[in-house]
């Protein structure tokens, strides 16, 4: 059972599939973080529950189709405890010739937490100055970019799944490079008025920090001001 929406949608999806789990399914999530495997070990039991993750570059287009945006679609997945070993044989004998690239990791929850530390970075860099990662860089941002991607790997690292350095030199690098047009879709998001997952990427995140947040988080300014942005959202315009 491979679950693929986005985070806010999940407890909606657990009642849609769940009645379809029977003893020998194995769920595999590509949500984004690490929230939605307590919900779904609570659910289902752990041993049930595989890690995974997704790169692929994808957006919804006006009249909600997915645009492909590139040639990469690549899944991760793995198990998560040695018992899961021959779920995870299965669900790759099972991709076999899909029109995929799937990769089995044998460390899956780091390969999750490393996604999360660049995705975080990226959306909240990109959704606190609502800008591109190259427009940030060229208005001098890439001290900015930085510090927040540093935040991104300690709490990681705090965490027990410290990044790798090869992942963060390639993160460095995309997140740094003057002429990346790369925006989170949480930007895409947030700017046309529909829900994010920032309390399940950014806040989540926070939460799980080896304290909380000081005034100098880069990490909390970004998460306070995409809720601020939402809820002057919604809030009944006024008269005056």
């Not at 590139?70 to 793995?78: A, C, E, I, N």
């Not at 990662?133 to 900015?144: E, P, R, S, Y």
């Not at 930085?146 to 090869?166: D, F, V």
């Amino acid at each position: 059972m491979i679950v693929s929406c986005k985070a806010y949608d999940l407890p909606g999806a657990i009642g849609d599939f769940a009645p379809a789990v029977g003893p020998r399914t194995v769920v595999l999530p590509l949500l984004n973080g690490m929230r939605h495997l307590d919900a779904l070990d609570a659910r289902f039991g752990g041993d049930a529950v595989l890690g995974g993750l997704c790169l692929i570059s994808s957006r919804l287009d006006e009249e909600g189709r997915i645009l492909h945006l590139s040639d990469v679609h690549r899944l991760t997945f793995g198990a998560r405890s040695p018992a899961q070993a021959e779920a995870a044989q299965a669900v790759a004998e099972s991709f076999a010739g899909a029109n995929l690239e799937p990769m089995r990791s044998d460390d899956v929850t780091l390969a999750m937490w490393e996604k999360w530390t660049f995705l975080a970075a990226l959306a909240g860099v990109t959704c606190l100055m609502r800008a591109a990662i190259g427009d940030v860089v060229k208005a001098d941002g890439t001290d900015l970019i930085l510090a927040i991607l540093e935040e991104c790997r300690a709490i990681a690292e705090s965490n027990g799944h410290s990044p790798r350095e090869p992942f963060l030199e390639m993160s460095r690098r995309r997140l740094t490079d003057p002429n990346s047009t790369l925006t989170a879709s949480m930007l895409d998001d947030l700017e046309r008025g529909g829900p994010t997952e920032a309390d399940h990427i950014l806040g989540d995140l926070l939460r799980r920090g080896a304290s909380e947040p000081g005034p100098s988080s880069l990490l909390h300014a970004a998460l306070v001001a995409i809720r601020a942005q939402e809820s002057r959202r919604g809030r009944a315009p006024s008269n005056g």
